[in-house]
């Protein structure tokens, strides 16, 4: 991919802070952090999105992502950690090449998801739902 920026720091076109490199994956610091220290592992190869990302490949993302998520919690003293993966625009993602981002997190970052939860009218609802994804899968 020509325009991906991310692909563009895999062959070294543009600066990045490189923490973590093999054959398969390359983690660098984010340089929009959420909380400092938010490192980001991507696939050398261009994937995108989730669903059209080889199993290996997402096994190999998520593997570096807890080595780098166990060296911020010895190297910040961080109290936890938030590993996560946007896919598509409506749920934020916006460099379209997959990617985890590994954020360390401490008990007064003052950071927070505003995570709003919602609830199902019933019972009935929450079956029909599932009903459709076991079908699906």
């Known amino acids: 991919m020509n325009d991906c920026i991310f692909c563009k720091i895999v062959a070294k076109e ?13 983690a660098f610091m984010d340089i929009g952090p959420i909380i400092k220290g938010h490192a980001l ?6 994937y995108d999105p989730i669903t059209e990302t080889p199993d ?10 807890k080595k780098i998520a ?7 003293g961080a109290d936890g950690v938030n ?7 409506a749920s934020g993602q916006e460099v379209e090449h997959i990617h985890v981002h590994v954020i360390p997190r ?6 927070h998801w505003n995570w709003n939860a919602k609830k199902y009218d019933d ?4 079956n029909e739902l599932a009903e459709k994804l ?4």
């Open 56 to 65: 290996e490949i997402l096994a190999q993302l998520h593997i570096t992502a």
């Open 14 to 26: 543009i600066p990045a802070t490189i923490i973590y490199e093999d054959d398969e994956v390359l």
């Open 41 to 46: 592992v991507i696939p050398k190869k261009h």
């Open 106 to 111: 401490f008990n007064n970052d003052g950071h």
């Open 123 to 126: 019972i009935d609802e929450m």
């Open 83 to 89: 590993i996560m993966q946007n896919n598509g625009k």
């Open 70 to 76: 166990s060296a911020q919690l010895n190297a910040f």
């Open 134 to 137: 076991r079908e699906q899968l």
